[in-house]
């Protein structure tokens, strides 16, 4: 039997199964594109956004400033998001996605398809409506937790 608090358990079948699901993931994703490019894209779609800073990208999805001007200069690249100056801050740069990058994050949905019969196997649809709203309910407490000392 597992000794570990039930927390910790939680957190490593959450772990595990980002990592197989994560590869999986992008093993299946279109040619070019990456799970970090496909993160920003799918985050402007999830939050409605129309223009988002570095920075603000860069907090939202947990990585740093670094991390994230390189993913971006990449995506600008291939066409899939457009940076503009900020006209309230010329320091600062607003990035926008495009209509071939709202294509992109399309097709890597599509792409995902044959994997969505895994989790529909593995679970009913009250399972999975429970699961969800478990598991959103966990993201949005840690969420607003992410910025206070532990």
Known sequence: MNREPLPFQLFTEIAIIDQLAGNAFERALPAGITRAQFTVLHHFIRRGLAEQSPAQLADAIQVTRGTMTSTLARMERSGLISV????????????????????????????IGPLLPLVEQSLDET???TMLQLLQRLRQKLDNARDTAI
């Open 84 to 111: 503009r100056p900020d006209p309230a801050d010329g320091r600062a740069k607003l990035v926008a996605l495009t209509e071939a990058g709202r294509a992109m994050r399309d097709a890597c949905v599509a792409a």
């Open 127 to 129: 399972e999975l409506q």
